[in-house]
């Protein structure tokens, strides 16, 4: 064999089947599931919340997981490669994604970042939120997230990705499940539990609270940034895609509701605000640890949760880029991941630095904030050109075939109905809301 043909090129890597499903469920747990969705749901209408947001989850989320997966199982490469031969026109499509995807990994590291230090001030003593951001030390920790990242996508799918994903989510999972008997044992636990699930059904009535709701099943199930394609360019011909989606949304799911389970009874017993929003892991939290028996073991397990559930998905982010590097331009894994950390790493450094001294700030935000709110908005166009792209120009196998029994329903030609025109409309309409409210 010529020594100059990048082994890549000579045969693609593929998943075992659980390692396939480990590592999309790794993708989408993540800081969404453990931070994001519990102080959503505690702020916007408790159990009602869960109608949006499972209506979400499965109206819009799995057909859009299906369709990513689909495209990238047919063309077998990374989001560019696939939508150039969808058609070549749409190959832009693709670019946009992997620099959203990037943008989105630069800041999310940096959250990555602050759940290792706390799970490193665990053990060593907390530090004040306020006087943690304000120093250095997010960038160091940002640093060490974007190095353990690296590596691990650099050892490709099987070694890196699946490998790691076998370990950690099994870790991942006893955790939680830890974590939440002990909070259901906690004195507060009735008023917690009460807080976070008793439904509130008035707030159905607000459109914020459906904007809100499907918004979250979109960030949670990582669809639209091409992870999916990219992770499904790695399956085998004959592997199936729609029972493993509807595993990994069910997952998905399961676990956001318990982070609330894990959450809410500490907020309770130890008489922290409830509505304190993005801050409730990082202030209050470790204010709770600092006075509960066991705290330190308790907080220990919390961050690293948190750290695990992180890393998992910026991995997946990673390889959006690193998968386009390697099939557009046949460059091996290790340059491709080089060259895209010192990107990330220069992308990230302003978010790293947001709350130093001045801060850094854009519009009016914290530059972190900023990325969040400006790449979310983009994500919901981008998303909506990516669906167009896929379902207009190339008619994805798994909406041809009708399901066995309920065949009659004519489920996949509604799925893909939808697709075609309301998931797009539905999309855009959420960014319109956004940018006009
Ligand atoms: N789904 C992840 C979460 O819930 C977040 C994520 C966003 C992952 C974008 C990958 C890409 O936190």
Do not use: H
Request: aromatic content about 14%; glycine content about 10%.
């Amino acid at each position: 064999m010529p020594a100059n043909i990048p082994v890549e090129a000579v045969k693609r890597e593929e998943w075992s089947k659980i390692g396939f499903i480990l590592a999309s469920i790794g993708s989408a747990v993540g800081l969404g599931n453990i931070w994001r969705f519990p102080y959503m749901a505690g702020s916007n209408g408790g159990g009602a919340f869960l109608i949006p947001y499972i209506l979400g989850v499965i109206l819009f989320g799995m057909p859009l997981m299906i369709m990513e997966l689909d495209a990238g199982r047919k063309f077998k490469g990374s989001v560019v490669t696939t939508l150039k031969q969808i058609n070549r026109k749409m190959r832009f499509v693709g670019i946009i994604s992997v620099v959203i995807a990037l943008g989105v990994l630069s800041y999310y590291l940096v959250v990555t970042g602050w759940s290792l230090a706390y799970f490193v001030f665990s053990i060593t003593g907390f530090l004040e939120f306020k006087s943690f951001v304000s120093g250095f030390m997010p960038l160091g920790f940002f640093i060490i997230s974007l190095a353990i990242t690296g590596v691990m996508v650099s050892l490709g799918i099987r070694k890196g990705i699946e490998r790691m994903s076998t370990i950690l989510i099994p870790v991942f999972v006893a955790l939680l499940a830890v974590l939440a008997v002990y909070s259901l044992t906690l004195p507060g636990a009735g008023e917690g539990m009460g807080f976070y699930l008793a439904p509130d059904f008035g707030y159905l009535s607000n459109i914020n609270t459906w904007i809100m709701g499907f918004s979250q099943a979109f960030f949670s199930l990582s669809v639209g940034y091409g992870i999916l394609l990219t992770y499904g360019s790695y399956l085998r011909r004959g592997n199936g895609i729609t029972k493993p989606a509807i595993t990994v949304a069910s997952a998905d799911t399961i676990i956001s509701i318990l982070g609330g389970v894990v959450i809410f009874p500490i907020v309770f017993s130890f008489g922290l605000n409830p509505a304190a929003g993005p801050e409730l892991s990082f202030v209050s939290m470790p204010a709770a640890f600092g006075s509960m028996p066991f705290g330190n073991i308790i907080g220990m397990a919390f961050f690293f949760l948190l750290f695990i559930a992180a890393l998992t998905s910026a991995v997946s982010i990673l390889e959006v880029g690193a998968a386009t590097l390697v099939d557009e331009l046949k460059w091996n894994r290790r340059k491709s991941v080089a060259l895209l950390s010192m990107v990330v790493l220069g992308l990230g450094m302003p978010s790293a630095f947001s709350y130093v001294g001045e801060g850094i700030a854009l519009m009016g935000m914290p530059f972190l904030e900023f990325m969040d709110a400006f790449l979310g908005s983009m994500l919901l166009l981008s998303s909506a050109v990516l669906c167009i792209a896929i379902m207009w120009f190339y008619k994805p196998e798994v909406f041809s075939i009708p399901i066995g029994r309920i065949a009659k329903l004519k489920i996949p030609q509604t799925v893909r109905f939808m697709l075609k025109y309301l998931i797009p409309f539905i999309l855009v309409a959420m960014l319109v809301f956004e940018l006009v409210v």
